[in-house]
T-cell receptor, first 111, second 115 residues
Framework: GENVEQHPSTLSVQEGDSAVIKCTYS??????FPWYKQELGKGPQLIID?????GEKKDQRIAVTLNKTAKHFSLHITETQPEDSAVYFC??????????FGTGTRLTIIP | ETGVTQSPTHLIKTRGQQVTLRCSSQ?????VSWYQQALGQGPQFIFQ?????ENGRGNFPPRFSGLQFPNYSSELNVNALELDDSALYLC???WGPGQGLHEQYFGPGTRLTVT
């Protein structure tokens, strides 16, 4: 079936440390993997994405890695700051029209 | 460039009633997808509209229906509301569809409460 599993569900890190969130997906045909950040009372904000022809992508303090063989991908946030506190969702496409989301990770940055 | 907007922000309805939610896509985008997000969960795909026609549907009953207009804005209609329909309804706009999925940008959502 179409499934995306995300771990951990909650994560607390000291300000300045790194945070890693991991996701696995079920459909080997999936080729697009975005990450979203959702703050309280707001819609999800696209922060980075990766396509299956790329193994890693970086944007300043944020990076995503993809292992297509193992069907998993990860979000890495370095030098964390208080404003990184939010709920993060991974997603994968199942067909050209549909994103399936993970269950979310609540990230708390401890000052 | 204007982002995705949704109206209303909040809505309270009674079980059995009908509701219409509205979405204006981001400038330059021709595709709108709707998602339902229950409290503490990830968004669930309802359906997508492209060129004013439904282009894919998730596991939602027929009482969830939609429209897309020539200016690419969209409506989500839900008939015979049930308590479980209480959720945040998100609209996402994108360019496509094409080969592979294009980036989807979300609006702020409409919080629907059914009592």
């Amino acid at each position: 079936g179409e499934n995306v599993e995300q771990h951990p569900s909650t994560l607390s890190v000291q300000e300045g440390d790194s945070a890693v969130i991991k996701c696995t997906y079920s459909d080997s045909a999936s080729n697009y993997f975005p990450w979203y950040k959702q703050e309280l009372g707001k819609g999800p904000q696209l922060i980075i994405d990766i396509r299956s022809n790329v193994g890693e992508k970086k944007d300043q303090r944020i990076a995503v890695t993809l292992n297509k063989t193992a069907k998993h991908f990860s979000l890495h946030i370095t030098e964390t700051q208080p404003e990184d506190s939010a709920v993060y969702f991974c997603a994968a496409n199942f067909g050209n029209e549909k994103l399936t989301f993970g269950t979310g990770t609540r990230l708390t940055i401890i000052p | 460039e204007t982002g995705v907007t949704q109206s209303p922000t909040h809505l309270i309805k009674t079980r059995g009633q009908q509701v219409t939610l509205r979405c204006s896509s981001q400038s330059g985008h021709n595709t709108v997808s709707w998602y339902q997000q229950a409290l503490g969960q990830g968004p669930q795909f309802i359906f997508q509209y492209y060129r004013e026609e439904e282009n894919g549907r998730g596991n939602f009953p027929p009482r969830f229906s939609g429209l897309q207009f020539p200016n690419y804005s969209s409506e989500l209609n839900v008939n015979a509301l049930e308590l479980d329909d209480s959720a945040l309804y998100l609209c996402a706009s994108s360019w496509g569809p094409g080969q592979g999925l294009h980036e989807q940008y979300f609006g702020p959502g409409t919080r629907l409460t059914v009592t």
